[in-house]
């Protein structure tokens, strides 16, 4: 996945939703992955400047997208 291809996916996200995506897809999206201060300073921006907040959620080996309501 692309981020241009996950954009895609979370204008589809409503208020009070989110879009997860695995760990090892973060990673392609924000290299190394969540285990890097600046991958999750990088996903934190991006996610920031589209109206979402980022959840990090190793409970389920999953990043949370959760568009702001």
């Not at 989110?18 to 990088?42: H, N, R, W």
Request: proline share 7%; aromatic share 14%; glycine share 4%.
């Amino acid at each position: 996945m692309t981020r241009e291809e996950f954009e895609t996916t979370l204008r589809e996200v409503k208020p009070g939703q989110f879009a997860d995506i695995p760990y090892e897809t973060f990673a392609d999206l924000f290299p190394p992955g969540v285990e890097s201060d600046a991958s999750k300073e990088a996903a934190y921006h991006f996610a920031k400047a589209r109206g979402f907040v980022i959840e990090n959620r190793p409970d389920r080996n999953a990043v949370w997208f959760v568009r702001e309501a």
